[in-house]
T-cell receptor, first 113, second 112 residues
Framework: NAGVMQNPRHLVRRRGQEARLRCSPMKGHSHVYWYRQLPEEGLKFMVYLQKENIIDESGMPKERFSAEFPKEGPSILRIQQVVRGDSAAYFC???????????FGSGTRLTVV | KNQVEQSPQSLIILEGKNCTLQCNYTVSPFSNLRWYKQDTGRGPVSLTIMTFSENTKSNGRYTATLDADTKQSSLHITASQLSDSASYICVVSKDSGYALNFGKGTSLLVTP
């Protein structure tokens, strides 16, 4: 079991471009969570998804950010028209049941230049 | 204000020594408290998880304590090793369980 796989590990985007972050959950895990870690800050909850459903997106900015977890394929966190303040580490976690047995990926480090 | 506060912010100890990290939280209603270890450039890895009724839990050289009345927890590391150098993060979840509240972590450096 390869664990939670995130790619890319590092992503550099110019202001105004789009960033797409991918997360493949552990085998058998149908619950996916995205967290953001700003420099010198703790991880902050963004969104919780199950297959084809967004359960809770209360931590995600209302504009420019979206997330999906399709029936087939990885979960995608999409950031449109990136700004410098979006530079952060984005972590994905998955679990077999809601809130139980969390496993985190290694994160994607987004740098907006 | 962050609902999970950790101290100290950073700590340097000699290899072989013990140390204790502190966590205070205000998250309510409380479901469980976890301690994670995060190596530089990696995702957090779970060390212990405790529910309301548990006072202490060990995982090898790591021992976590929980006082749910005072809303305090500690992580004690025994006989530290160089590989213990990492950020140690206290994480508290509410009854909903899935949205974790992270502290900023204590950055531990173990030196030879």
């Amino acid at each position: 079991n390869a664990g939670v796989m995130q790619n890319p590990r590092h992503l550099v985007r110019r202001r105004g471009q789009e960033a797409r972050l991918r997360c493949s959950p552990m085998k058998g895990h149908s619950h996916v969570y995205w967290y953001r870690q700003l420099p010198e800050e703790g991880l902050k909850f963004m969104v919780y998804l199950q297959k084809e459903n967004i359960i809770d997106e209360s931590g995600m900015p209302k504009e420019r950010f979206s997330a999906e977890f399709p029936k087939e394929g990885p979960s995608i966190l999409r950031i449109q028209q990136v700004v410098r303040g979006d530079s952060a580490a984005y972590f994905c976690a998955s679990s077999p049941q809601q809130g139980d047995g969390y496993t985190f990926g290694s994160g994607t480090r987004l740098t907006v230049v | 204000k962050n609902q999970v506060e950790q101290s100290p912010q950073s700590l340097i100890i000699l290899e072989g020594k013990n140390c204790t990290l502190q966590c205070n939280y205000t998250v309510s209603p409380f479901s469980n408290l976890r301690w994670y270890k995060q190596d530089t450039g990696r995702g957090p890895v779970s060390l212990t998880i405790m529910t309301f009724s548990e006072n202490t839990k060990s995982n090898g050289r790591y021992t976590a304590t929980l006082d749910a009345d005072t809303k305090q927890s500690s992580l004690h590391i025994t006989a530290s090793q160089l590989s213990d150098s990492a950020s140690y993060i206290c994480v508290v979840s509410k009854d909903s369980g899935y949205a974790l509240n992270f502290g900023k972590g204590t950055s531990l450096l173990v030196t030879p």
